[in-house]
């Protein structure tokens, strides 16, 4: 793979520069908790009174990549002051949740809820949607409007 082009000189003599291509590991953006966080933050969610977002998306797709970069990185970062968990489920994955009984996976989740495009964010309790669900990112315009209005809905009703 191409690393880059280093010209030096008044004569503009070019030096190519070759690197080993990227692992899966590399190119892979991180997701925001994942399956292995799942119980752990639903169990946090119930006992606390919070909100749980479900934020399923899919690899690959780059409205969700976006979506993951421009808004939900930091809400994921600050849950803890923002008063939520969020976990970001691959609505495709047939793996079980760990943690869940009976064996669930995050596609059967995703069914379960009715989520059926990516990115999808669903504002949860555990059982039941606390406010609307947020499906599709175009831009991050007024994204982060609706984003915040949903968590104040979502730990209103969570509180009541």
């Known amino acids: 793979m191409l690393a880059g082009i280093l010209f030096t000189g008044v004569a503009g003599i070019g030096i190519l520069a070759f690197r080993k291509p990227a692992s899966a590991a590399e190119l892979a953006p991180s997701m925001l908790g994942g399956a292995d966080e799942y119980a752990r933050e639903r169990r946090l969610a119930i006992d606390r009174g919070q909100p749980l977002l479900l934020f399923f998306s899919l690899d690959g797709c780059a409205f969700c ?61 555990g059982e039941r949607e606390l406010a609307e669900r947020l499906v599709g990112y175009s831009s991050p315009d007024f994204y982060g409007a609706y984003l915040d209005a949903r968590i104040a809905q979502a730990r209103e009703e969570a509180g009541r």
């Open 65 to 125: 990549e976006a979506l993951r970069a421009d808004q939900l990185r930091h809400a994921h970062r600050d849950r803890e002051r923002l008063g939520i968990r969020l976990v970001e489920l691959r609505i495709d994955d047939d793996r079980p949740l760990p943690g869940i009984e009976p064996a669930l996976s995050p596609r059967q989740l995703a069914s379960a809820f009715d989520a059926r495009l990516a990115p999808t964010l669903l504002f949860i309790d």
